[in-house]
């Protein structure tokens, strides 16, 4: 509860707005944190409208929520979107750099194993026994 007065104090000094970050949905043990057994899209954004509509009256400014970019978080920015229209829905931009970074490095290092396994059976075939 301190935490909270100390983000709003400085809300208040700048005039600025939070930002709604949500990103996990399961602990390291794989247990749901937000309770319930649909973790479909309509039933995340039953669940993120709830925050939102909480943090709302109390005269918190919302200014965007962050999400990773799975299906059922694109319909949840799908759903909220046209209920909050002065709240930004975005997908969150790390998420999407690791999911790049792998797939080239995961590209690089198939070819790169082809080619390896290329050049041993070459070696193979070439060398006498």
């Given amino acids: 509860m301190e935490q909270r ?15 709604f970050l949500s990103d996990v949905w399961e602990t390291i043990a794989k247990l749901h944190t937000l309770g319930g057994d649909r973790h479909d899209g309509l039933a995340l954004a039953e669940q993120m409208e709830g925050v939102i509509d909480e ?9 965007a929520t962050v999400t990773d970019s799975t299906g059922q978080c694109s ?15 975005t997908r969150c931009f790390a998420h999407d750099v690791n ?14 194993s082809k080619e390896a396994a290329g050049v041993e059976n070459f070696l193979n ?4 026994k």
Avoid: D, M, Y
Avoid at 5 to 19: P, Y
Avoid at 55 to 63: A, N, T
């Fill in 5 to 19: 007065g100390s983000v709003r104090a400085i809300q208040n000094r700048s005039g600025g707005r939070v930002n």
């Fill in 55 to 63: 943090l709302l009256p109390s005269e918190w400014k919302v200014g």
């Fill in 75 to 89: 319909r949840v920015r799908r759903i909220l979107a046209p209920c909050f229209a002065n709240i930004a829905f």
């Fill in 99 to 112: 999911h790049l970074v792998k797939a080239i490095l995961n590209s690089a290092f198939k070819n790169i």
């Fill in 125 to 128: 075939a070439s060398t006498s």
